[in-house]
């Protein structure tokens, strides 16, 4: 729907097809999405299928292959009857045949041309040899040039359908999140492996030979990456905040499933830890700092610990896809659950890295920290953090919080030495 922006150069987002569609007159083009909208039927993937086939409706779409959980989810959703109003809808699934609606296998769009004959261009779908068959059958000749391309989601059907000379085109299960040409160039079929994660739009360019009789479509295939210069559409720029709406009234934080901790431990929040290690914590605090752009000098403020802000600034502080690692411990029971209900486990905590801090809290210090510890890379994946990885040392430094040396320091200011702090139960 649209890239999480928690680093830069990122790829994708429905605001921005549109400008990458619009290269492309509107009488000359078809738009076809291949299915499987969302991978599984929770509830935020419910509203997301709900925003999905809405922009897929604002951005024109042609053709969507709705896949057998496409369909159950549209049903859940209520949304089944009203999809066909949006774009033409195609499945081969069988969940198809229990459907009040009957969708078909394929779909055609016709191209008129000024000059010579005009081009059928057909999208079909298959999943079983019998599919293939069918398909087989039930072309009609045209007076137009006519193109077929088949979305093919079981790979071993594959040769089988490249032995169908009619195919000009087959659309295979994802091999990358770029779409890529997998056959020869200019070999029929043109084979291409879908996309995923709307990072890329893959373009079939249709030519047409008209010396030859009949005439005869030339195919060829480009990826365009989805990237963060191209236009935003208003429209889908505010459909995605209907999203964000729908995520946080739907309250989704406060049903996030929680796993157990072990016996005793809970989170208590990083200013449980000030008292005893107020130099960690002040770094912790004001280190790496936040940099706004334009401005000169840099906030004091630490980027793990304003963490939340960025959530808020960008109205996903609701959202539990993005929330889970922006607080602490929202995966574990006494872990985040709301801003309102458990404000001070907002942000990149000590108990992120450290573990749930209770027993050690308790004891003084005596009882190490324990429980379930996160590494850095837990949370900055190449999605989220495309620069860690080759960058690792320069990260790690930005985050030292200790000094040398470290713990027995503080347990002698803590236990049996003049003027240690008090600490009140
Ligand atoms: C897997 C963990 C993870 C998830 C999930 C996640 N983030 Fe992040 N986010 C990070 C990390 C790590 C950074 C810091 C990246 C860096 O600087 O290398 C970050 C940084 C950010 C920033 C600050 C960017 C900046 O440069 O100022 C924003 C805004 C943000 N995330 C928004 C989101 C949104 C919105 C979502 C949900 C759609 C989300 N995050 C989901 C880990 C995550
Ligand atoms: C992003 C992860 C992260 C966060 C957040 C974090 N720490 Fe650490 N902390 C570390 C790592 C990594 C070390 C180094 C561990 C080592 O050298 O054994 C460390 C070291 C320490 C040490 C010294 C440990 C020793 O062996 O003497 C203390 C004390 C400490 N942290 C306290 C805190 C406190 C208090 C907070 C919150 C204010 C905090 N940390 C936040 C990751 C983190
Ligand atoms: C009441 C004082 C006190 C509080 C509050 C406290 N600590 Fe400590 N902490 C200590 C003492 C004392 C040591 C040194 C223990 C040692 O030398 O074995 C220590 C050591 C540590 C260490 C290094 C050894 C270890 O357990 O891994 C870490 C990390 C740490 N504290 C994190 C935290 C975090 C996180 C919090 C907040 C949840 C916290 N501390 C709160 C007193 C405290
Ligand atoms: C629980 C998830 C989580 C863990 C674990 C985590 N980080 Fe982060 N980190 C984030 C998020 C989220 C941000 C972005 C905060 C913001 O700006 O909103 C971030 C930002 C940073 C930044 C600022 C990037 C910059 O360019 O200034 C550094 C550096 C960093 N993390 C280093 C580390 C290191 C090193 C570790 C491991 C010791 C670590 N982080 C562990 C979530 C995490």
New binding site residues.
């Given amino acids: 729907m649209k890239p999480c922006g928690c680093s830069g150069g990122q790829l994708g987002g429905l605001e921005r097809l549109d400008a990458v569609f619009n290269t492309v007159p509107s009488q000359n083009r078809l738009i076809l999405d291949t299915g499987a909208l969302v991978p599984e039927s929770t509830e935020q993937n419910l509203i997301k299928f709900n925003v999905i086939v809405q922009a897929f409706g604002l951005l024109g779409y042609d053709v969507v292959n709705l896949t057998g959980q496409d369909i159950t989810i549209a049903r859940q959703a209520g949304l089944i009857d009203g999809l066909n109003r949006l774009f033409n809808c195609i499945t081969s699934a069988p969940e198809n045949q229990t459907s009040e609606i009957n969708f078909p296998m394929k779909f055609t769009k016709q191209f008129s041309s000024a000059e010579g004959p005009g081009i059928d261009v057909t999208i079909l779908t298959a999943d079983t040899a019998e599919q293939l068959t069918q398909l087989k059958e039930s072309v009609n000749p045209s007076s137009n040039a006519v193109v077929f391309i088949l979305i093919l989601a079981n790979p071993d059907l594959i040769e089988a359908a490249s032995n169908l000379s009619f195919i000009d085109s087959m659309l295979i299960p994802p091999h990358s999140d770029e779409p890529t040409l997998i056959s020869e160039v200019n070999k029929k079929p043109v084979i291409i492996a879908q996309g995923r994660l709307g990072k890329y739009v893959g373009q079939i360019n249709i030519d047409i030979d008209s010396s030859s009789q009949p005439a005869k479509p030339q195919l060829s295939f480009r990826s365009v990456a989805v990237t963060e210069d191209l236009a935003q559409n208003q429209s889908l720029v505010e459909l995605y905040r209907d999203y964000q709406r729908l995520v946080k009234e739907a309250r989704l934080l406060e049903k996030h499933p929680k796993f157990p901790l072990p016996a005793h431990l809970q989170y208590v929040g ?1 200013k449980s ?2 008292l ?2 107020d ?7 004001t280190s790496p700092p936040v940099v706004i752009p334009g401005e000169k000098t840099t906030t004091q403020k630490g980027r ?2 304003n963490a939340m802000l960025s959530l808020v600034d960008v109205n996903s502080d609701y959202d539990p896809e993005c929330v889970v690692c922006h607080v602490i411990g929202m995966d574990y029971e006494t872990g985040f659950i709301t801003s309102a209900q458990t404000p001070q486990l907002e942000d ?7 573990g749930p ?1 209770s027993e050690h809290v308790r004891s003084l210090g005596a009882i190490q ?1 324990a429980g379930p510890k ?1 590494t ?1 890379t837990d ?1 900055h994946t190449s999605e989220h953090s495309a620069d860690y990885l080759a960058n690792e040392k320069q990260y ?1 430094d930005k ?5 040398p ?4 320091q ?1 347990r002698r200011r803590i236990i049996g030495e003049p003027n240690s702090p008090k600490i009140v139960k």
Avoid: D, F
């Fill in positions: 990083s830890c000030k005893c290690h130099y960690e914590y002040q770094k912790w605090l793990h610990a990149v905590g000590c108990e992120n890295c450290h801090g920290t996160s850095c949370c790690n985050v030292i919080h200790w000094r040396p470290k713990a027995p503080i």
